[in-house]
């Protein structure tokens, strides 16, 4: 994350303003990390509302509609405006488009543009003179329009409270960063495991959003393949080349925790996914969960999520 500003006060509230031929696939990799962080979090830390410029419905390039929950003149203040358009973005660039976005500056806290969306935010000319990308099919025609923008061919880019993003898997990039600052690291790497396997993936489709360091991704794929019989971190750093002491600093340095932390919270998290999906029996769970005392999956399972496996699988019962 880079010089975004901090926000602590839940619930965090988003709009998106959508415009007409938007990139479904963009929506749902912005959006679902934010749906998935409120399933994991005891409360919904993110509220959403879609807009459009004059509040009547959009139609997605796959011709999905949508209806927007109001108009975007009549918002009030959040903490996020995410900006998605896609297609047409040079009929979308018009004279209303521009003054709505001008006057919307005062209201959000953060402004990002996905996909084309940038191509609005440079046409209203609120990111002169930041750092900004957008979609790399469009970004050097982007670069010479407007020549006041820094534009950079990046996945994503944060400048001070306003943020670009080319689209498609960047935007899950982009909103996974942002949960990471927000809900911390243990939700963040919870919520890229619900979308990707990770270890089953080829590299270049495996997110690296939550973590920079190469061992440290190592780390974290042997640390899933071991649940149920679970490996000493000397083990693990063995496994990857390095010693123990390297391995906790690269975990500190990447995460801001320790390996031994980390594979405690895969573990109960793998647990919590069991109680939750499946009726194995709570011993059951713990055992596979890398657990042979139920009491002691109990305890560490309500320090982690403040109540116990019975009362947690209830609440799904």
């Not at 040079?90 to 209201?107: G, Q, T």
């Not at 982009?174 to 690291?185: A, Q």
């Not at 190469?214 to 750093?237: C, F, G, R, S, Y």
């Not at 769970?285 to 999956?297: C, I, P, T």
Request: glycine share 6%.
């Amino acid at each position: 994350m880079q010089n975004l500003p901090m926000l602590k006060s839940f619930p965090i509230t988003i709009d998106f303003l959508v415009y007409d031929r938007f990139s479904n696939h963009c929506m749902a990799n912005c959006l679902e990390p934010f749906r998935a962080a409120n399933t994991l979090s005891a409360n919904d830390v993110y509220e959403w509302n879609f807009v459009t410029l004059d509040g009547l419905s959009v139609q997605s390039s796959s011709e999905l509609r949508l209806m927007p929950d109001q108009k975007f003149g009549e918002t009030k203040r959040a903490d996020f405006l995410f900006i998605i358009a896609s297609y047409d973005f040079r009929r979308h660039d018009s004279v209303a488009s521009r003054r709505a976005l001008r006057a919307a500056m005062k209201r959000y806290k953060n402004i990002i543009g996905l996909d084309s969306g940038p191509w609005m935010m440079a046409g209203a000319g609120i990111i002169d003179n930041h750092r900004a990308t957008a979609h790399w099919d469009i970004i050097d025609e982007f670069s010479e329009e407007f020549v006041e923008v820094n534009v950079e061919r990046q996945k994503y880019i944060f400048d001070g409270n306003i943020g670009t993003c080319g689209g498609g898997m960047a935007a899950f990039d982009l909103s996974l960063s942002i949960i990471r600052e927000i809900n911390g690291v243990t939700v963040a790497l919870d919520v890229a495991s619900i979308f990707l396997s990770g270890a089953d993936l080829p590299q270049e489709y495996r997110t690296n959003t939550v973590c920079k360091i190469q061992e440290v991704q190592k780390a974290l794929e042997i640390m899933h393949k071991n649940i149920e019989d679970i490996l000493t971190i000397p083990n693990i750093a063995n496994k990857i080349g390095i010693s123990s002491k390297q391995l906790h600093r690269f975990f500190l340095k990447d995460l801001g925790q320790s390996p031994k932390k980390v594979y405690l919270n895969i573990r109960l998290s793998f647990g919590r996914h069991l109680l939750q999906a499946t009726q194995k029996p709570i011993n059951e769970v713990a055992l596979r969960s890398g657990y042979e005392n139920v009491s002691a999956f109990s305890r560490a399972f309500k320090m982690r999520f403040d109540q116990t496996p019975s009362k947690y699988r209830n609440h799904f019962n």
